[in-house]
């Protein structure tokens, strides 16, 4: 069954540094997404991702924030300076075009530390 | 303003004892509805979904869930819980022609053995 991979699983970082999470969606998939989970709490949306251009974005999602499709199969996630709060799972997820909103299949995570 | 509320924070239940988790929403329109599941340390996954129809919904795992629309709510059951179902669980409505997933707050299940 096709599925959407994560790396890193783990990544340790310190504060102020720039981290990129990768996502591999499923092949055929054009929508993208990113949520996050700081431990503890519920899962939050950061942003979505159709035809190249950002669709939706919450207001976690701020100016330190970017994604980008670079070659056609990668999703990346960008953090520019992380920042302690910023420690979380972030969870890539996409679906297809002919896919209802809500049916998202979602990645395995990674995990964010930042010291 | 749309929310979605999950009364049930944490849920502990022994092995075979029956399982009913709340989810009431308030969304303006014409909503889809899921149930997510996340299992100790793995991704999230679809539990079941409802579009239109039959009001109740089966999912995997012998969960299924009831629309009722003049709740505003879609809670999930299963009759007897097995360990192996500890988890936690999203509700998570979406408007229809919406583009994005809110989920609620989760609710962990705990089975004891």
């Known amino acids: 069954e096709p599925e959407v991979t994560q790396t890193p699983s783990h990544q340790v970082t310190q504060m102020g540094q720039e981290v990129i999470l990768r996502c591999v969606p499923i092949?055929?998939?054009?929508?993208f997404y990113w949520y996050r989970q700081i431990l503890g709490q519920k899962v939050e949306f950061l942003v979505s991702?159709?035809?190249?251009?950002?669709?939706?974005k919450s207001e976690i999602f701020d100016d330190q924030f970017s994604v980008e499709r670079p070659d056609g199969s990668n999703f990346t996630l960008k953090i520019r300076s992380t920042k302690l709060e910023d420690s979380a799972m972030y969870f890539c997820?996409?679906?297809?075009?002919?896919?209802?909103?809500?049916?998202?299949?979602f990645g395995e995570g990674s995990r964010l530390t930042v010291l | 303003a749309q929310s979605v509320s999950q009364h049930n924070h944490h849920v502990i239940l022994s092995e075979a004892a029956s399982l009913e988790l709340g989810c009431n929403y308030s969304y303006g329109g014409t909503v889809n509805l899921f149930w997510y599941v996340q299992y100790p340390g793995q991704h999230l996954q679809l539990l079941l979904k409802y579009f239109s129809g039959d009001p109740l919904v089966k999912g995997i795992k012998g969960f299924e869930a009831e629309f009722i629309k003049s709740k505003f709510s879609f809670n999930l059951r299963k009759p007897s819980v097995q360990w192996s179902d500890t988890a936690e669980y999203f509700c998570?409505?979406?408007?229809?022609?919406?583009?994005?997933?809110?989920f609620g707050t989760g609710t962990r299940l705990t089975v004891i053995p």
């Open positions: 092949s055929n998939h054009l929508y």
């Open positions: 998570a409505p979406v408007l229809t022609g919406a583009n994005n997933l809110f």
């Open positions: 997820a996409s679906r297809g075009r002919t896919g209802v909103t809500g049916e998202l299949f």
């Open positions: 991702f159709y035809n190249n251009e950002i669709s939706e």
